[in-house]
């Protein structure tokens, strides 16, 4: 049996949003501890994401303040593979994946999406 697989060597390799282990003081002067996926910087602003019965949300805004802390991992990626169908067909673009043919799912606040029907490009292409 032959796999559809074959590697690729794209030229940016992403990744979502890694793990943090948010910190925030509970009512009884205790630490909580809550792991969130859901963060973003955008200049020096953290944009943070909970469910609304969420304890650590509780504390946050009783508190107004948290420690955010990141677990900083290097590795080096040996190798990557995609499946032949979501590759572009030109050789010059042989190790690019084409993003119509690739539907991926989409974890977005616990909920999963598709990528539905493009609704435009920007000019940088």
Known sequence: MTSTHVPVEPRVLYVGTPIAL??????D???????????WALGRTMVLGWAAAS?????????????????????YVRRIHADRA????????????DTDA?????????????TGHRLGRTRRR
């Open 86 to 97: 979501i590759l572009h067909d030109s050789t010059m673009r042989a190790n690019h994946i």
């Open 22 to 27: 948010v910190t925030t003081m509970s009512p």
């Open 29 to 39: 002067g205790s630490c909580n501890i809550g792991p969130m996926s859901s963060v």
């Open 55 to 75: 304890q650590t949300l509780a504390n946050l805004e009783r508190e107004r303040q948290c420690v955010i802390n990141f677990r900083i991992v290097e590795t």
């Open 102 to 114: 690739w539907e991926p799912a989409l974890y977005v606040f616990r909920d999963y999406f598709g």
